[in-house]
């Protein structure tokens, strides 16, 4: 399959950050289809705002970039948009009747053999594709935020999804410098979000347990794990760490008995439990305290924050050889 026609179907957050990447790869017919003309214009305005960050970094021009986006064809036509469509990335909200009454909508218009992907966190990709004509060439494929930036994409499988489909979307999404990771069964959060979770939790548990405060969570991760997680994963850290006995060392040898002290005192509730109801209740004056602490080259409020940390996205990328 060679997907050249691209369809978003839906433009908000999602919608427009995967807009933003098919226009940095560059080389795609891509359509963009809402509901209403002022959702696209606000998605436009967005895209070419999110664009101008790749500009500031020397990746093409101001001109290269307009000229880019002034190729996407915005339409409220539905059967222009999907009807001559290889690949359709449908970005609507995490409700399952809502994702019905598309998937429906799209099948309705659109070739029996395009590819249909579910931009979808949390729904599982069987309950989506119950009432599918043709449930085969639906994969979820669930991309984290900014998506412009982050090359993972989660794809999520059900036993109705023909291979052939997981291996071309797959081929696509590496295509446009993607990092596709194929789940071999769907489970509640899927990778990332239930990673993200457990080190969360671990945060309220240690700051509810007074072993340190908010602050001293976002200093130890962000000049700690966080900057080695940046470029390489879990495993990896470990087999550095084991120096000449890899990964096996650390884990059967090189920690002792800490790796063992370390896990039986993590927090393993299911649950928040009552006592760290109040974290919850104060946790957002904490963060008050905590932004404006932060050094101004960092950014001090959710803008500058976001600002910061693209910049620092970008040179990732570059080393990551994403860019």
Same mark, same amino acid.
Request: charged share 25%.
């Given at each position: ?226 900057? *080695?997680?940046? @470029?390489? +994963?879990? =495993?990896?850290?470990?087999?550095? &760490?084991?120096?000449?006995? %890899? $990964? !096996?060392?650390? #884990? ?41 602490? *932060?050094?101004? @080259?960092? +950014?001090? =409020?959710?803008?500058?924050?976001? &600002?910061?940390?693209?910049? %620092? $996205? !970008?040179?990732? #990328? ?6």
């Amino acid at each position: 399959m060679n997907f050249k026609k691209i369809t978003l179907y839906g433009s908000g957050l999602i919608g427009t950050g995967w807009l933003t990447q098919l226009l940095i790869c560059d080389g795609f017919d891509v359509t963009v289809y809402d509901i209403k003309e002022d959702i696209l214009e606000k998605c436009r305005k967005n895209t070419l705002n999110n664009l101008s960050l790749f500009v500031k970094e020397g990746v093409f021009s101001e001109e290269e970039a307009e000229n880019r986006l002034n190729k996407v064809h915005f339409t409220t036509d539905k059967t222009k948009a999907l009807e001559e469509a290889d690949f359709i990335q449908e970005n609507v909200p995490e409700n399952l009747e809502l994702k019905h009454s598309v998937l429906a909508d799209i099948e309705s218009v659109c070739r029996p053999d395009a590819a249909i992907c579910s931009s979808t966190s949390a729904l599982d990709l069987g309950e989506i594709v119950a009432d599918a004509v043709h449930p085969e060439r639906v994969v979820a494929g669930h991309p984290y935020h900014p998506v412009y930036l982050l090359p993972l994409i989660e794809m999520i499988p059900c036993e109705k999804t023909d291979p052939k489909y997981i291996q071309a979307v797959y081929d696509f999404y590496k295509s446009i410098r993607k990092e596709p990771v194929v789940l071999k069964k769907s489970c509640p959060g899927y990778i990332g979000t239930r990673l993200m979770t457990t080190l969360y939790r671990e945060c309220v548990h240690m700051v509810t347990d007074g072993v340190c405060t908010m602050e001293d969570i976002e200093t130890a991760f962000c000049y700690g794990p966080g900057m *080695r997680y940046a @470029l390489l +994963g879990p =495993n990896t850290v470990l087999q550095l &760490a084991g120096g000449e006995h %890899g $990964l !096996i060392g650390v #884990l059967l040898g090189g920690m002792g008995d800490s790796g063992s002290n370390t896990m039986a005192t993590l927090a393993n509730w299911t649950v928040y439990p009552e006592e760290t109801y109040p974290y919850f209740e104060h946790c957002q004056e904490e963060m008050d305290k905590v932004l404006a602490n *932060r050094d101004d @080259l960092h +950014g001090h =409020n959710n803008d500058e924050i976001a &600002a910061f940390r693209d910049r %620092g $996205l !970008i040179q990732l #990328l570059k080393q990551h050889g994403k860019l």
